[in-house]
């Protein structure tokens, strides 16, 4: 399909292990962000990336949250040492930035509990 | 820091009727963003506002921009239940474009019969 695709869609783990979660935005675009939902709230920023480097990393909350784009497409969130506060609806998004028209299209985003 | 405001956070209403939902955001972001989530789903864009005073209109519903205010408004009319879901407004972080987008909390709508 041609949309934001992410996996896996749902993920279990136990406290204290790693994870790490994959993001292909739609083929083209530059930009490509991180949000974290938790129930009943709306997405919060993690990171934002402009081709392969880290244009924003203001959101993540702390040291056990990492994220790459290494070929400036796929990206992986990678969080070390879960919590269950870690616990969350993790969305990617991608925009083009053409004529400054910045729309971000939503992948269907990852289920992590941590456990 | 940019904060987006949504009112209502919940909202019922029976079919048939019309009703705002309101956004307040407190920068001189000089774009909004509507999204519609239905539950378990992702967010699906509705409306790109652009500039201010602009309006744009989807079936029954309609958004609205006021820079100047900071206000953007979603408005519905006649209801039917399948408008049912949580509508969330979004800014950029700064007046650029090109950064991240701040949500609101988002309004829960339910469209009665």
């Known amino acids: 399909g041609a949309g934001v695709s992410q996996t896996p869609s749902n993920k279990v783990t136990e406290k204290g292990k790693y994870v790490e979660l994959r993001c292909d935005p739609i083929s083209g675009h530059t930009a490509l962000y991180w949000y974290r939902q938790s129930l009943g709230q709306g997405p919060e920023f993690l990171i934002y990336?402009?081709?392969?480097?880290?244009?924003?990393d203001s959101g993540l909350p702390n040291d056990r949250f990492f994220a790459v784009r290494p070929e400036g497409s796929v990206s992986t969130l990678k969080i070390q040492r879960t919590e269950r506060g870690d616990s969350a609806v993790y969305l990617c998004?991608?925009?083009?930035?053409?004529?400054?028209?910045?729309?971000?299209?939503f992948g269907q985003g990852t289920r992590l509990t941590v456990v | 820091e940019l904060k987006v405001e949504q009112n209502p956070l919940f909202l019922s209403m029976q079919e048939g009727k019309n009703y705002t939902i309101y956004c307040n955001y407190s920068?001189?972001?000089?774009?909004l963003y509507w999204y519609r989530q239905d539950p378990g789903k992702s967010l699906e864009s509705l409306f790109v506002?652009?500039?201010?005073?602009a309006v744009k209109q989807e079936g029954r519903l309609m958004a609205s921009l006021d820079t100047k205010a900071r206000l953007s408004t979603l408005h519905i009319t006649a209801a039917v239940h399948d408008l049912s879901a949580t509508y969330f407004c979004?800014?950029?972080?700064?007046?650029?474009?090109?950064?991240?987008?701040?949500f609101g909390k988002g309004t829960r709508l339910s469209v009665i019969a």
């Open positions: 920068t001189t972001s000089d774009r």
């Open positions: 990336f402009q081709g392969t480097g880290a244009a924003d």
């Open positions: 506002l652009l500039s201010n005073g």
């Open positions: 998004a991608s925009s083009s930035q053409t004529g400054g028209h910045t729309e971000a299209f």
């Open positions: 979004a800014a950029h972080l700064t007046v650029s474009g090109n950064t991240p987008l701040v």
